[in-house]
């Protein structure tokens, strides 16, 4: 009965984001992917957004359209003046506010929300997220005129017991394009978890379109959670079936801005002992159904932090409940 008064919420979802197979019996359903609604959802979320990022285009320039549709990521070295850099980094690493962390097998990552609230006392870094040319950026690469939810991220690899981590296997984050981005503060050397991406791997070709049909009539069954819930995971035998070009490590200089369409498939790179990165980072994710890029102003941009803030209280409620740590859990903040 709790099921059936579910029907119309799961069918509400097909028109949203939602992606797991496991979770929504309809998303996941064997029958129906055989008749190709993974597949559908795929290819109109896919042209909806190519129109949506078009749209939000104007001022970009055709190297960097060019870029971002044929390689799936834009990559800027030396992204601010010296001198503003120099300001916006010492304003990150004297940060003090609050700070979680998750824990992924032997990996810890920290962030910091970087909400309205937040950013009134850190001009520098509200000076970089909100210039105009950021602004631009993020909106085509999004397909959204609402502003990405900016945190400071740090990622500490191997300073936590546990199996290896999840995110360092090739994957993609959702079935749509959707964007995630990174202005490093620090360099990123070789072995240090560095960001992987495989380039074009974000764009629908024949091979990649059989593939995802045969994957979606079994995904809902599949042993790795993630992967059944659509974050959709890669083996070496799939890459090898995708014909994919070989994966770009971003082991860059500081003051270099990272923005990818995180359909493509991606993984955090591999390390060597202890290590850290440190970021600006952001992350957005629309609805890729919706015909027009959304709203976007200041009001938006506090009402999208206000509902992160209710998620996360509800969260550490209920870990509290359980007696179990909250997935992302408020750290004391040693000053990055």
């Known amino acids: 009965m709790s099921s059936l008064q579910k029907i119309p919420l799961y069918l509400f979802e097909l028109m949203t984001s939602a ?11 064997k029958t129906l992917n055989r008749c190709g609604l993974h597949v559908l959802r795929m290819l109109l979320s896919h042209f909806v957004m190519r129109i949506r990022m078009l749209v939000l285009s104007i001022g970009i320039s055709a190297e960097d ?49 970087l909400s309205p609230e937040v950013l009134a006392e850190y001009p520098e870094i509200k000076k970089t997220l909100f210039s105009k040319h950021f602004q631009r950026l993020a909106r085509f690469t999004s397909g959204h005129m609402r502003d990405p939810l900016y945190y400071l991220e740090e990622i500490k690899n191997e300073y936590s017991s546990g ?26 050397a070789e072995n240090s978890g560095a960001f992987t991406f495989i380039p074009r791997s974000h764009r629908l070709d024949w091979k990649r379109i059989k593939w995802e049909y045969k994957m979606s009539v079994v995904a809902q069954d599949d042993k790795n959670n993630m992967h059944a819930r659509g974050s959709t995971r890669y083996s070496d035998e799939d ?18 801005l990272v923005m990818v369409n995180v359909f493509g498939i991606h ?12 970021a600006l980072w952001g992350d957005s994710r629309t609805n890729p159904f919706l015909p027009f890029p959304g709203v976007g102003g200041e009001y938006a941009n506090k009402l999208q932090y206000h509902f992160l803030g209710l998620f996360r209280k509800k969260a ?19 000053k990055k």
Not at 267 to 278: N, P, Q, Y
Not at 316 to 334: L, Q
């Open 19 to 29: 992606k797991s197979f496991k979770d929504n019996p309809i998303i996941g359903s």
């Open 65 to 113: 359209r060019r870029c971002f549709f044929q390689q799936g990521y834009l990559l800027k070295e030396d992204y601010l003046p010296e001198n503003d850099f120099e300001n916006l980094e010492n304003e990150i690493r004297a940060f003090d506010g609050e700070v979680r962390e998750a824990k992924q097998g032997n990996t810890l990552t920290q962030r910091a929300v």
């Open 163 to 188: 199996q290896s981590d999840p995110q360092k296997m090739f994957h993609h984050d959702t079935f749509h394009p959707s964007m995630k981005c990174w202005l490093f503060i620090g360099d990123v």
């Open 239 to 256: 890459l090898a079936e995708l014909g994919l070009s070989a994966p770009v490590e971003f082991t860059v200089k500081k003051n270099t």
């Open 267 to 278: 993984k955090r790179g591999d390390s060597v002992g202890k290590s850290t990165r440190l």
């Open 316 to 334: 550490d409620e209920a870990a509290e409940k359980r007696g179990s740590r909250s997935p992302w859990a408020v750290i004391s903040n040693d």
